[in-house]
């Protein structure tokens, strides 16, 4: 597995539990039907993540995501865009924490991930082994501005536009 | 029209460095071919049966001469010497290297040309009327929407990875000539009745292919300025929903039909309510800005009628009946749009040879305010054309072969490249196409038809909009046979329907006669001015079945 953010690969401080037995384990990812066991077994100061397949439902997800600081979105494949809406979706009903897209994913989606509110990116070694991470790194900056507001920052094509405007600039 | 700002020009530009990139991490095999298959799509790039085919997007149809020349320098460079003009308003090549395409998309950068979203399971080129802007029975030019759809959807970050392919039309007229019923959404600009303010009506479900449907309304009057939130709802819900275990069921008209038109406005609402509209939607000032490109020409100030075109038509009835069969009314006095047939008897629909679209290139430049458009029907339209200069234009074209009189008649073919060109083809339809035309070449007894639209498709897929033709033909191969369905009744307007099949399939030699026979029911049955689409709306599918079944008896 490689685990990579926009700064590049970094360290994986998650350790999957077996089931729902996080034991004592500080930052503990559970597969989504483990998550309400799991979920009465937390303790104060145990950070718990959760894997959830990429047609979970929202209207069940959202009832707990403020007591997680991890979700993990399966990508079964990278031709499949579920995830990209379910992680829209999922920062739409307020989660701050970490989001992240676990799958084969390729290196040209990189920036699709984050703008649609991924933090991470966790690849499976056979797409790791063909596509390392400076190609991620290099992919992730080919477009400079894309046209979509509310995607991200506030850097698309629109709202240079408008700021051009409000600038007097001749945009 | 729209001209690029440094955004949109670099934008483009990267995404040309983009795909170099993408073709050199498949060749040192850091993309498997499953990988750079969708990301070459996604750049127009088919593997065709013969060679690669290079899919251009002309957006809403609309091209300047500029573009259009460079269209045949590309052609003449890198293709045969001619390009192919589709049912998307696109503009295909068929002969292309792989290893000329980065420079080929270089030279559309340089006229703010693209291939972006032309294929791929994405939202694809976005269709317009092709008479946006001059049509008389028009409430708002289409073209300024269809152009904010465009920024929005291309590269998208959250549906560009769809269940399946996503069409858009739009239209600002009260006659629908964009055929937005069969559109996966399909947008018409329309009043409201109590406000008087412009609103949207949106369709949603709308497709042809294997299983053909008309699409229908989940919103009756959208605000303008909520477009984007209402598209991104829609388009979330779909990428959501959508089935993902069959391509033939992926459509987002599969997802309306599967749990109802109902219960499918309630997903789209509920998620559009969600939606914080102000940080999505385009502010008014960038609508203005888009629209300014599309401010109307200068016309000069003239007579309803030109007296010059009157006299012309007078001295020679050839160019009358090409005048009255080609030229829509249009918007401003002593003005015409004016459709250039690419269906001339023989050749494949919707093709150009880079002469001759030089020649339209010039002719846009020099009387039609320098623009030009495609339309789904594979024909080029001179929008803005003073009447007295169409005797000069109709000579010119005649000299370069594009004087055919026939724009809406029976050889006015919607054919799509079909087994000669296309991988996904069960069988020929240009072949098709020219028999047909060939039977009917006669001037005279096309016009006494009227108008009749006939639209052959070489797959299932639909390309050729069979099922939306007043005669649809459906090529199909059986135990290695070529076999051709007919279907009847189809139509392509604000009365969109789905044809219905006449009987079996029939080997391609006896097509035209079919055809012939069908017409003849028409000739003999018809009451006054009565279309053919009309007679057959009046008499049923009885007695076209009956004429149908003794060809298909002779040759059973």
């Known amino acids: 597995m490689l685990l990579l953010d926009k700064s590049g690969a970094k360290a994986d401080v998650w350790t999957r539990s077996e089931g729902a037995a996080i034991d004592n384990i500080s930052h503990a990812l559970v597969a989504w039907e483990a998550l309400p066991e799991a979920l009465q077994q937390k303790s104060r100061d145990q950070r718990l993540g959760v894997i959830v397949p990429n047609n979970v439902s929202i209207a069940e997800l959202k009832l707990v995501l403020r007591q997680l600081s991890l979700v993990a979105v399966s990508f079964p494949s990278f031709s499949d865009g579920r995830g990209f809406s379910l992680a829209k979706l999922i920062r739409n009903h307020g989660f701050t924490g970490t989001l992240r897209a676990s799958g084969p994913l390729i290196a040209d989606q990189f920036a699709y991930a984050i703008s649609c509110g991924f933090d991470e990116i966790e690849l499976p070694d056979a797409s790791a082994g063909r596509q390392p991470v400076e190609q991620w790194l290099k992919a992730v900056a080919q477009i400079s501005h894309g046209y979509q507001r509310g995607y991200g920052d506030n850097r698309n094509i629109l709202d240079q536009r408008r700021a051009a405007r409000a600038a007097g600039g001749a945009v | ?556």
């Open chain 2, 1 to 556: 029209m729209y001209r690029y700002d440094e955004f949109d020009e670099r934008f483009v530009r990267e995404r040309v460095a983009q795909f170099r990139d993408q073709v050199a991490r498949r060749l040192d095999g850091s993309l498997t071919e499953d990988e750079f298959k969708p990301l070459r799509l996604k750049n127009g790039v088919y593997l065709q049966l013969h060679a690669y085919m290079l899919r251009i997007a002309v957006p809403y149809g609309t091209l300047n001469s500029r573009q259009l020349r460079q269209l045949a320098l590309i052609g003449e460079k890198y293709d045969r010497g001619y390009g192919h003009f589709t049912t998307r308003t696109n503009l295909q090549y068929n002969w292309p290297k792989l290893r000329d395409i980065p420079d080929i998309l270089d030279l559309l950068a340089d006229v703010e040309m693209h291939c972006i979203q032309t294929s791929g399971n994405c939202i694809r080129n976005v269709t317009a009327d092709h008479f946006a802007g001059v049509a008389q029975d028009e409430i708002e030019d289409p073209r300024p929407t269809a152009e904010l759809i465009r920024q929005w959807s291309s590269l998208h970050p959250e549906f560009s990875y769809l269940p399946r392919k996503f069409k858009i039309a739009v239209t600002g007229a009260e006659h629908d000539r964009a055929v937005i019923k069969a559109h996966d959404i399909g947008l018409r600009l329309r009043r409201h009745p109590d406000t008087h303010e412009i609103c949207f009506e949106v369709s949603v479900g709308g497709g042809l292919g294997r299983t053909p449907m008309i699409g229908k309304v989940v919103r009756d009057y959208l605000p303008k300025a909520d477009l984007l939130a209402y598209l991104e709802a829609v388009m979330r819900v779909y990428n959501l929903e959508g089935r993902r275990d069959n391509k033939y069921k992926a459509r987002v008209k599969i997802l309306v039909h599967e749990i109802g038109v109902e219960e499918f406005t309630r997903r789209v609402e509920e998620e559009f309510a969600r939606l914080d509209g102000p940080s999505v939607n385009a502010d008014p000032a960038e609508v203005a800005r888009i629209a300014a490109y599309f401010a109307p020409p200068s016309y000069e100030v003239l007579p309803e009628t030109s007296r010059v075109l009157e006299a012309t038509k007078a001295a020679n009835p050839a160019f009358a009946r090409w005048v009255e069969t080609n030229t829509t009314p249009h918007k401003a006095p002593g003005y015409t749009a004016l459709t250039i047939s690419l269906k001339p008897i023989g050749e494949a629909p919707g093709d150009a040879t880079s002469e001759q679209m030089r020649l339209v290139a010039d002719l846009a430049e020099q009387y039609s305010h320098d623009e030009l458009r495609v339309t789904h029907a594979q024909n080029l339209v001179l929008p803005h054309l003073r009447q007295r200069d169409l005797f000069t234009i109709w000579q010119k074209l005649g000299e370069a072969g594009l004087a055919s009189a026939n724009i809406g008649l029976i050889t006015d073919i919607i054919a799509c490249p079909g087994l000669d060109y296309c991988a996904l083809a069960t069988a020929r339809s240009i072949p098709i196409a020219q028999a047909i035309q060939r039977r009917f070449a006669d001037d005279e007894r096309q016009r006494l038809i009227g108008e009749l639209n006939i639209k052959i498709s070489g797959c299932i897929n639909a390309c050729g909009h069979h099922h939306i033709g007043h005669i649809g033909i459906l090529g199909l191969e059986k135990r290695g046979i070529e076999s051709y369905q007919i279907t009847l009744g189809g139509e392509a307007t604000e009365n969109a329907t789905i044809g219905e099949i006449l009987g079996p399939g029939l080997a391609a030699e006896d097509v035209p006669d079919a055809i012939g026979r069908i017409v003849d029911v028409y000739l003999a049955e018809r009451q006054g001015n009565e279309s053919f689409i009309e007679s057959v709306r009046r008499l049923g599918l009885a007695p076209f079945k009956a004429a149908f079944q003794e060809v298909a008896n002779a040759v059973a």
